[in-house]
């Protein structure tokens, strides 16, 4: 897979046939696992499901594309020339559809490279951008999954499988820890020379210590930033997080469900970090099931198939609904723009 950084427009906005068969598979499954899991009593509750949660879904989605879109301008700084909330948002929403159009979200980070050095932005900055936008994401669901440790260990909690999903959080905790302590002594377990000996040639090894070494670069970026910034940063990724994660506790209550906020955060985290193992765009599959097998245990097969519908709609349909069309006009203008540097050179 080529790097964000090196990605030319013809390339990242050539069109194969396979790309299309796979996303109308990632919008088919939903609606095949909805009716064969729930059958019909599970359409049934989707037609009955209230209006006035939808429009709070919708409201919320849209409140989640401004937040992402103003923590872009924050990060930026003027940096790519005037840029309003408008533009930010066209931004904003591009970037996501091709991250929800493409396998692994391969094409999130290419397409919002390429809109920035389309605005006079470098692709090495951009890449700096993308990697401090991750970093923010990053933090929060390590603040938020040190919460979760810490209540489901202290309170009585009434999780399904309890004790697994407390073992389960243990773990990642364990783990989060151990990457962070790895990242802080990059430096000196790299120059040991044994850390990654086991790649088989040289070249892999040198690709691997780059992209390390970049993260830990982008992770003492985003750390020297103002603290003003940084707190304003985090304030949006906050927000932007508990509003996208509480659609499934809608979803969960307009098909007349009953689910604790928390628990159904936690599905989403644990279903959307397995959904990466699909090769379909936007976890499709796995991240239906994933989240349908842990609601399971709290509903009917018809409700939990109905909410997942509901909230894959919202979550995933939606940004693909809303971002095709300004992907599509930001190509069209990039390739018009490209002819008529060939013509003029002609």
């Known amino acids: 897979m080529p790097s964000p950084t090196t990605t030319k427009p013809q390339r990242l906005l050539r069109f194969r046939p396979l790309h299309g068969f796979m996303l109308a598979g990632a919008l088919l499954i939903p609606l095949v696992l909805t009716t064969w899991l729930g059958g019909v009593e599970a359409l049934q509750r989707i037609k009955q499901f209230p209006f006035e949660l939808v429009l709070l879904m919708l409201l919320l989605a849209f409140l989640c594309w401004n937040l992402n879109a103003t923590r872009l301008r924050l990060m930026l700084d003027g940096r790519a020339g005037k840029l309003g909330q408008r ?134 970026a985003t750390l020297a930033l103002p603290r003003t910034t940084l707190l304003a940063m985090m304030l949006l990724t906050t927000a932007h997080w508990l509003m996208r994660y509480s659609l499934l506790y809608i979803a969960v209550l307009g098909v007349g469900g009953h689910a604790d906020w928390m628990w159904t955060f936690l599905t989403q985290m644990l279903a959307m970090a397995a959904s990466q193992l699909s090769f379909l765009p936007g976890g499709a599959g796995a991240a239906e099931v994933g989240v349908g097998s842990l609601l399971l245990p709290l509903m009917e097969r018809e409700q939990a198939a109905a909410a997942v519908l509901v909230w894959r709609l919202v979550s995933y349909h939606l940004y693909l609904a809303v971002g095709a069309p300004l992907f599509i006009l930001y190509s069209y203008r990039m390739l018009r723009q490209k002819t008529d540097t060939k013509t003029s050179k002609s």
Do not use: N
Not at 113 to 125: E, H, I, N, S, V
Not at 163 to 181: E, I, N, R, Y
């Open 87 to 220: 533009g930010a948002l066209g931004i904003e929403l591009a970037s996501k559809f091709a991250l929800c159009a493409t396998p692994g979200g391969s094409g999130g980070a290419a397409t919002l490279l390429l809109l920035l050095a389309q605005r006079g932005f470098p692709p090495a900055k951009g890449a700096a951008v993308f990697l401090i936008d991750q970093g923010c994401d990053l933090l929060f669901f390590l603040a938020m999954l040190s919460g979760l440790v810490l209540f489901s260990l202290v309170s009585d909690t009434q999780w399904p499988h309890q004790s697994l999903v407390q073992w389960a959080l243990v773990g990642l905790a364990f783990m989060a820890t151990l990457v962070s302590v790895v990242m802080y002594y990059l430096p000196s377990l790299l120059r040991t020379g044994g850390v990654i000996a086991v790649w088989p040639s040289r070249y892999r090894r040198r690709w691997l210590t780059r992209r390390l070494l970049r993260c830990r670069h982008a992770l003492k």
